[in-house]
């Protein structure tokens, strides 16, 4: 029977004392020595971590559930990451191989690489290596001094390592860098405009301070209170979606909401459910993206209140529907957006198929035409569109920034149409540009074995760059995918790979993705793609 308490003392007194702050294994089970915020220890089996509240299982078999802020600072930290430890491990670790690899081709100076360290160091301390995490972030500080020292990110750099030597031993030292460096970002944070991705960080850093200085000095922990709050309330940012639907009829499924006026789709939502199965397997984090309560855009704002059902879980939603009905509804959605490129873009979207992104970062899945005319998937346009950019917007799900690396999402869309129909439906793969923008190819493979046969090799920096592209170059990012995905180690680096484009707001050019994916150079990469395409793993 679980039993509420204000404290540990109760547990304390008892003797269930340990010598260090660890995890270790214990019998195939964790035990965690816990200490409180006058240093008291407690070994205990973390049983559940559920929102500010813990519950733990003493030694005597007996339960108890705890608040989070009963422990120490380092202690919390732990207790906040548990439910997540197994994927903030494998981020960590792709996070770490993202600053090498960017460090190999630009530098130990570069901008963007210093970027990259800093979401490296963030990732040691969410794993609790906090003595490697001290290393790194005292590199990555003395590196921005000599670089952009006022730059915002030079000031986080010095938060967050203040903040991994609190967590080692609380002293002046750590305190000051902690305290200078979110000092330093709240004067420097109106210089960048606010943008999304820096507001969610600003919101976790104004809850360290506000955490820290509660247990540490609580005559000062008003402001930062006030600080947290106001940044939580501006992450926290919740509006009704900007796509009226009407009377639209809603389907539910685990993972969607299906919005069409036709009643004959199920064939649609039994598609987009084995398509997010798929996927699962490929994005580490899709599981957590939409745990019950737990979803959050790229940007960390909730998503609209009509994507959750009534229990609180998230639903992707899908429109399908003809472009009759869809021009208003994209129409209205188009009037309110201010930026000119993000309509136009949108507008286009709203004119053709594809998914939608609204101004809070949002994704919102739109199929031009028409479901009452399903028959054979073979010959239907909207069925493909649907494998083909589900995945391709649940991926953009799973990155920070509005963008995301196109070779990547377009390949992903290119290999579901394959794996889920054995055909596809889409524009560029026969190497002839249709100007309905489809186009129906039962066999990929030929097209891409002929292409290269041709003596056409791949150009890996059109591909992963883009900019002037070619209509070949699509076809090679479907064949690129499925070289990734073709051998269980690739898997894991292209996993890693999606993970580190979340942490990171720049993405990788063709020499770091060859680097990455264990390629001396984009041209060893690119006759590896070539041998593949005319390989008998290809037909697979």
């Not at 959750?308 to 429109?319: A, H, M, R, S």
């Not at 083909?388 to 290999?415: C, E, F, M």
């Not at 055909?423 to 002929?450: E, F, I, K, P």
Request: aromatic residues 8%; contains cysteine.
């Amino acid at each position: 029977m679980k039993k509420n308490i204000p404290n540990l003392s109760k547990l304390l007194v008892m003797g269930f004392t340990g010598l260090t702050l660890l995890v270790c294994s214990a019998i195939g089970q964790e035990t965690t020595v816990l200490m409180d915020a006058q240093g008291r220890e407690l070994q205990a089996r973390i049983k559940e971590v559920v929102n500010n509240e813990v519950t733990i299982k003493r030694t005597d078999g007996r339960l108890f559930t705890v608040p989070i802020a009963t422990f120490d600072l380092r202690t919390q930290q732990i207790l906040r990451n548990w439910n997540e430890r197994a994927i903030l491990k494998r981020i960590a670790r792709a996070t770490l191989r993202a600053v090498d690899v960017r460090q190999q081709v630009r530098g130990k100076s570069d901008q963007q690489a210093l970027y990259f360290r800093i979401s490296a160091g963030k990732a040691m301390i969410d794993v609790n290596n906090i003595s490697g995490a001290i290393k790194h972030l005292s590199e990555t500080t003395e590196l921005w001094r000599r670089s952009k020292p006022a730059d915002w990110a030079a000031h986080q750099a010095k938060h967050l390592l203040g903040y991994a030597m609190l967590l080692e031993k609380p002293g002046p030292e750590g305190e000051k860098l902690f305290v200078e460096g979110m000092e330093g970002m709240l004067k420097s944070q109106a210089d960048l405009g606010s943008p999304k991705g820096v507001t969610l960080m600003m919101r976790e850093a104004a809850e360290r301070m506000f955490l820290y200085f509660k247990t540490k000095h609580p005559e000062q922990s008003a402001r930062w209170k006030q600080e947290n709050e106001k940044f939580q309330a501006q992450v926290q940012l919740v509006e009704k979606s900007a796509l009226n639907l009407g009377r639209m009829k809603k389907r539910m499924t685990e993972h969607f909401i299906l919005a069409s006026p036709y009643s004959s789709i199920g064939d649609y939502t039994r598609t987009a459910e084995k398509t997010w199965q798929k996927l699962a397997e490929i994005i580490p984090t899709l599981q957590n993206d939409f745990k019950k309560g737990g979803f959050r855009t790229p940007d960390g704002q909730n998503a609209a209140k009509d994507q959750y059902d009534e229990n609180g879980q998230f639903k992707f939603l899908l429109v399908l529907a003809d472009r009759q009905t869809i021009d208003p509804i994209a129409g209205t959605y188009i009037k309110t957006i201010s930026d000119r490129k993000k309509r136009d873009a949108a507008r286009d979207l709203a004119g053709i198929n594809g998914f939608i992104e609204d101004e809070q970062n949002r994704f919102l899945v739109a199929q031009v035409g028409d479901p009452k005319e399903y028959t054979d998937p073979d010959n239907n346009f909207t069925f493909h569109r649907l494998i083909h950019n589900v995945p391709a917007a649940l991926l953009k799900l799973t990155i920070r920034t509005t963008q995301d690396p196109h070779w990547l999402s377009s390949g992903i869309g290119y290999h579901f149409e394959h794996e889920l129909t054995g055909t596809a439906s889409v524009h560029y793969v026969g190497m002839d540009y249709v100007q309905a923008g489809l186009r129906r190819n039962t066999d990929w493979h030929r097209v891409v074995r002929n292409l290269r046969n041709s003596g056409t090799l791949p150009n890996m920096r059109r591909m992963i760059w883009g900019g002037d592209r070619k209509a070949e170059d699509y076809g090679y990012m479907w064949a690129l995918v499925e070289m990734l995905l073709s051998t269980p180690e690739k898997q894991i680096l292209l996993g890693d790979f999606i993970l580190q484009t979340r942490q990171n707001r720049t993405f990788m050019n063709e020499k770091e993705v060859a680097l990455w994916f264990g390629y001396e150079d984009p041209e060893a990469m690119s006759r590896a793609l070539g041998i593949f395409v005319l390989s008998k793993a290809f037909e697979k």
